[in-house]
């Protein structure tokens, strides 16, 4: 069974760092997409970054150049550096996997599994 497990988030002033972790397990990790979402209660999941197979990246529009997606294919874990942290980044952090080389992060359905998420407060 594909298990994916977030930590790292927490609450933290306007310009302060976190950095999320996805620990998984149960299929093959580095083989596949990976990506990190985000949702706001009432608000559709919002695509965060995404890093493929060959460690290609895309970012966001809002995040460009203060977050950072890697992962550690050894360990089969995906992370999110997150720096210069806005109210606005205040939402629910969730990865993901479509267990596929296809990387979208533009369509939150095409990933069939999830994390519980981390929840990341940012005040002003």
């Known amino acids: 069974q594909v298990q994916l497990v977030e930590s790292g988030g927490g609450s933290v002033p306007s310009g302060g760092s976190l950095n999320l972790s996805c620990t998984t397990s149960?299929?093959?990790?580095?083989?596949?997409?990976m990506a990190w979402f985000r949702q706001v209660p009432g608000k559709e999941r919002e695509g965060v970054a995404i890093?493929?197979?060959?460690?290609?990246?895309k970012y966001a529009d809002s995040v460009k150049g203060r977050f950072t997606i890697s992962r550690d294919n050894a360990r089969s874990t995906l992370y999110l550096q997150m720096n210069s942290l806005r109210p606005e980044d205040t939402a629910m952090y969730y990865c993901?996997?479509?267990?596929?080389?296809?990387?979208?992060?533009?369509?939150?359905?095409?990933?069939?599994?999830w994390g519980q998420g981390t929840q990341v407060t940012v005040s002003s």
């Open positions: 149960n299929f093959r990790f580095a083989l596949y997409c």
């Open positions: 890093i493929n197979d060959v460690y290609a990246t």
């Open positions: 993901a996997t479509g267990l596929s080389l296809t990387c979208n992060m533009d369509v939150w359905r095409e990933y069939n599994y």
